[in-house]
C-alpha cells in the first residue's frame, strides 16, 4: 500500500498544504515585490537576459529565477498565484527529490515515506514554499546537485555515470543562473572529501569534466548576452555580491559564526525532538558510506555558510534535504523497533509550544490587542483554529506515538494554510501595501507621473499597475548602483528637488504617490509634498493623488 499510495498522497497533501495558500495574502515588501516586478518587466519588455528593477539595472541576481517567476506568470497571469507558483513548484520537486533518493540510499518504501513527510512538513521548507523569492529555486537546483553527486557515486555502469554527472553539470548551471557561483562551489565541498575517503578521487577527476562542460553550455550562452548587453555586469555581480558579501569586513547581514545552529533547530520544527537520536545514530553509522555522504552533504554547506560573514536564514534551506533524509531513516527504525518514547517526546514539545502561544496570544489580546475586536474576528477565530490544530496533532501524537507519528504534518500544513490569511491589520496593511493599491488603482493609473518614498511600495505599485516608470523621493537603498548609471540618474529626487519636480510634473498631468510614513524623515519628506491632492492612508502607507494644475 506504501509503494502504491505514497505518490498521491503526496500530491495531494501538496495541493492542499503549498497550492491553496498562495492567493490568499498580498505580496510582502520588500522581497516578493521585487521579484514580481524584475520578472514581470521582462515579461513586458522583452529583456531577458540583464534583470532591470523598475527600469534601473539591477545586478545583484543571474536571469534565470526571474525567468521562473516570469512563467508563472504568463502562464497563470500577473496575479499572486502567478507570481508565486514558481516557489512552490521548485518547493513540490525538491519534495519529490527526497522521495526518489531515499528509494536510491535505502530500497524501503517505508522510508522513502517517511523522510518526503518530515521534509514537506518542516515549518521552513513549507514557509518558504510559499513565497515569491529565488531562495526555492536555488535550493531545488543545489537538492539537486546532492542527489545527482550520490547517484553519480552509487551508479554501477559507465552509462549511469555519465548520465548523473551530466545531470550534476544541468542542475549547477541552473543553480548558477539562478543565484550565483554558489551552486558550482557547494556539490564540490561535498564530493571531494566523500571522494578522497572512498579513494575514488581518480573517478572524480575522469568523470567530473562531464558535469564542468555540461554546467559550461548551460550557462555560457546567457553569460555571454549579458556580457553583450551590460558590460559591467560580472564585475558587479562577482565583487560586491560574492567577495564583499560572504568575507567582506563590511559584508551585509553580519552575524556570528554559531548563527545558525540554533536556526537549524528551528528550522525542524515540529520534529526537534528527533534531532538528538538522529545524530547519534548518523555518528554511529559514520562509516557507512550512505550515512557519511548525507552526513557531507549536511555538514560541509552548514559549515561553509557558517564561515561566511555575511548570513541569511534562507541560506542553510539546501541542508534541509539530507538533515530529512536522515531523520527519516532514524525515525523509520525505531517504528519497526516499536520504540515510541522519542516520538511521545516530541509531540509533547510541540504541543507545550502550542500552549504557550494560544496563551500569550490571549494575554495580549485581552490586554493589548494585537487583533481589532469586532473588525478582525475571521482573522483571529482563524489563528485560533490553528493553534487548536496544532495541540490536537501533536496531543495524537503523544498519546499514540507508533500509530499517530505523522500527526505534527497537520499542524504544519495549517500554519501556511491559514496563517498568512490571518494575520492582523497591523501587519497586512505594512507589509503587502500591493492589495491597498488596488483598492486605488483606477485614480492612480491615470497618473503622468508615479513617485514613492520606499522601494517596497514603489516596486508593488509598479507591479499592480505594469508601469516600470516609477520616481523615486529621496531613497535608493538596493538600486543605488543602477542609479549612477546616467540614463537612469533623473529616476531619483532628492528633499531639495521634490517641490520644483512636482510643480513641473503636473503641468503635464496627474500625479500618484504612495509612500511609506514612519519615521520622522518619512514625515518631513511628506510634509513638503503640496497640499491640495486626495489622500488615502492605511496603515503606514499613504496613497495621494495629485490633479494637473495649468501651466
Not at 492542499?16 to 524584475?38: C, K, M, N, S
Not at 496603515?539 to 494644475?549: A, D, N, R, S, T
Request: one cysteine or more; glycine letters at 6%; proline letters at 6%.
Amino acid at each position: 500500500m506504501i509503494r502504491r499510495w505514497a505518490l498521491p498522497l503526496l500530491l495531494l497533501v501538496f495541493a492542499v498544504f503549498y497550492l491553496l495558500p498562495l492567493a490568499t495574502h498580498g505580496l510582502w515588501i520588500p522581497d516578493e515585490t521585487r521579484y514580481a516586478q524584475i520578472s514581470q518587466e521582462m515579461l513586458l519588455t522583452g529583456k531577458w537576459a540583464a534583470p532591470h528593477f523598475m527600469g534601473i539595472r539591477y545586478f545583484e541576481k543571474p536571469a534565470a529565477g526571474y525567468w521562473m517567476i516570469a512563467l508563472g506568470q504568463a502562464i497563470f497571469g500577473q496575479n499572486l498565484f502567478g507570481v508565486r507558483f514558481a516557489s512552490a513548484l521548485s518547493t513540490g520537486l525538491s519534495i519529490l527529490l527526497v522521495y526518489l533518493v531515499s528509494r536510491r540510499l535505502w530500497n524501503d518504501p517505508q522510508k522513502s515515506l517517511v523522510s518526503t513527510l518530515l521534509y514537506m512538513s518542516f515549518v521552513s521548507v513549507a514557509a518558504l514554499g510559499g513565497y515569491a523569492n529565488l531562495d526555492p529555486q536555488f535550493t531545488f537546483w543545489v537538492n539537486l546537485t546532492g542527489v545527482a553527486l550520490w547517484f553519480c557515486f552509487d551508479s554501477t555502469t559507465r552509462r549511469a555515470r555519465l548520465w548523473s554527472w551530466a545531470l550534476l553539470g544541468l542542475a549547477c548551471g541552473m543553480g548558477f543562473m539562478t543565484k550565483g557561483f554558489l551552486a558550482w562551489l557547494l556539490p564540490v565541498l561535498v564530493a571531494l572529501p566523500y571522494a578522497v575517503w572512498q579513494k575514488r578521487f581518480g573517478e572524480l577527476c575522469k568523470f567530473g569534466p562531464v558535469a564542468v562542460v555540461v554546467a559550461i553550455a548551460v550557462s555560457l550562452p546567457w553569460a555571454l548576452a549579458v556580457h553583450l548587453q551590460e558590460p559591467d555586469y560580472w564585475h558587479f555581480f562577482f565583487w560586491h555580491e560574492h567577495i564583499q558579501r560572504f568575507a567582506g569586513e563590511a559584508a551585509q547581514h553580519a552575524e556570528p559564526f554559531w548563527y545558525y545552529l540554533p536556526l537549524l533547530v528551528g528550522f525542524a520544527l515540529p520534529w526537534v525532538a528527533l534531532l538528538p537520536s538522529t545524530l547519534k545514530q548518523a555518528w554511529l553509522q559514520r562509516r557507512v558510506p550512505k550515512t557519511a555522504f548525507l552526513l557531507l552533504w549536511l555538514l560541509m554547506p552548514l559549515a561553509f555558510f557558517s564561515l561566511a560573514k555575511g548570513k541569511l536564514p534562507s541560506y542553510i534551506m539546501p541542508c534541509m534535504l539530507p538533515l530529512a533524509l536522515l531523520m527519516g531513516s532514524a525515525l523509520s527504525d525505531k517504528l519497526a523497533q516499536g520504540s515510541g518514547r522519542v516520538l511521545r517526546i516530541n509531540g509533547w514539545l510541540n504541543l507545550v509550544i502550542g500552549v504557550l502561544v494560544l496563551l500569550a496570544l490571549s494575554w495580549f489580546q485581552l490586554k493589548k490587542p494585537v487583533y481589532e475586536p469586532g473588525e478582525e474576528t475571521l482573522s483571529l477565530v482563524l489563528v485560533f483554529i490553528f493553534l487548536f490544530g496544532w495541540i490536537v496533532v501533536n496531543l495524537l501524537q503523544a498519546a499514540r506515538p507508533l500509530k499517530l507519528w505523522a500527526a505534527p504534518l497537520i499542524g504544519s500544513g495549517l500554519l501556511v494554510l491559514l496563517v498568512p490569511a490571518a494575520l492582523p491589520h497591523s501587519v497586512v496593511y505594512n507589509k503587502t501595501p500591493d492589495q491597498f493599491i488596488i483598492d486605488h488603482i483606477d485614480e492612480l493609473q491615470p497618473s503622468v507621473a508615479l513617485l514613492s518614498n520606499d522601494l517596497g511600495a514603489a516596486s508593488a505599485l509598479s507591479w499592480r499597475l505594469k508601469r516600470p516608470d516609477i520616481t523615486l523621493y529621496n531613497t535608493s537603498g538596493e538600486v543605488k548602483y543602477g542609479l549612477a548609471y546616467e540614463d537612469t540618474a533623473p529616476r531619483l529626487v532628492d528633499r531639495n528637488r521634490i517641490q520644483s519636480w512636482m510643480a513641473e510634473t503636473r503641468r503635464t498631468g496627474a500625479v500618484g504617490v504612495v509612500m511609506r510614513v514612519n519615521s520622522k524623515g518619512e514625515k518631513e519628506e511628506l510634509a513638503l509634498l503640496p497640499t491640495d491632492g486626495k489622500r488615502y492612508a492605511q496603515g503606514k502607507i499613504v496613497i495621494l493623488i495629485f490633479p494637473q494644475v495649468a501651466p
